[in-house]
């Protein structure tokens, strides 16, 4: 069985401060890590992905992620967060063994002010 | 940049009707899921779609929901005899291969059962 949990429901910062949404994951294999947004009555539009190599990983609008296996995290970063950031992020995981089925954290709700 | 698209954006029905819910995937990917989001609750997966059968899905895809990809750019979900708890928003996504790659969401049907 393949699990997330997104340990915190919001997270708050100030514009220009460096931002970091949890991610901790339970898989049996190989962890598929992935970053999703979510703004509001939007679907979810892809961040960025770890599958293998680099443990640290960039993706879209300056976002990167940290893979760490021995605390089998995958924390999204930011250097310096936008207002326009605000929005719930998911993190999610698969395992090659179930055919590419996602499973989602509960998502955490990223403000970012003025 | 290819989308996935999703129709209609909101459908209500009647309790006990049968709903279909469109999506055309992004035009060269090979497989295709369906997820769901409860107002307020984190996405859960359904089904996931392959080669014209089902490749794996979940608990809540009981005998009510049918998947079919009835022609070269469709893929819809089919729920026979709606409930309350239907209430939801339905994501589409499809990716290039399988697990390993990213899924590309759509915008979402917001299904309103009565």
């Known amino acids: 069985a393949q699990s997330v949990a997104q340990p915190e429901d919001q997270v708050n910062v100030a514009e220009g401060n460096p931002l970091t949404v949890k991610c901790t994951y339970s898989v049996s294999g190989n962890p598929y890590l992935f970053w999703y947004v979510q703004y509001p009555n939007r679907g979810l539009q892809f961040l960025l992905k770890y599958i293998t190599g680099d443990n640290l990983v960039k993706g879209s609008y300056g976002f990167e992620a940290e893979f760490n296996k021995s605390q089998t995290s995958f924390h999204l970063k930011k250097p310096s967060a936008l207002v326009s950031d605000s929005a719930l992020y998911f993190c999610a995981v698969r395992d090659y063994t179930n055919a590419g089925k996602s499973t989602f954290g509960d998502g955490t709700t990223l403000t970012v002010k003025p | 940049e290819p989308e996935v698209t999703q129709t209609p954006s909101h459908q209500v029905t009647q309790m006990g009707q049968e709903v279909i819910l469109r999506c055309v995937p992004i035009?060269?990917?090979?497989?295709f899921y369906w997820y769901r989001q409860i107002l307020g609750q984190k996405v859960e997966f359904l089904v996931s779609?392959?080669?014209?059968?089902?490749?794996?899905k979940s608990e809540i895809f009981d005998d009510q929901f049918s998947v079919e990809r009835p022609d070269g750019s469709n893929f819809t979900l089919k729920i026979r005899s709606t409930k309350l708890e239907d209430s939801a928003m339905y994501f589409c996504?499809?990716?290039?291969?399988?697990?390993?790659?990213?899924?590309?969401f759509g915008p979402g049907t917001r299904l309103l059962v009565l």
């Open positions: 035009s060269n990917h090979l497989y």
């Open positions: 996504a499809s990716s290039s291969t399988g697990v390993v790659e990213t899924q590309y």
């Open positions: 779609f392959y080669n014209n059968e089902i490749s794996e």
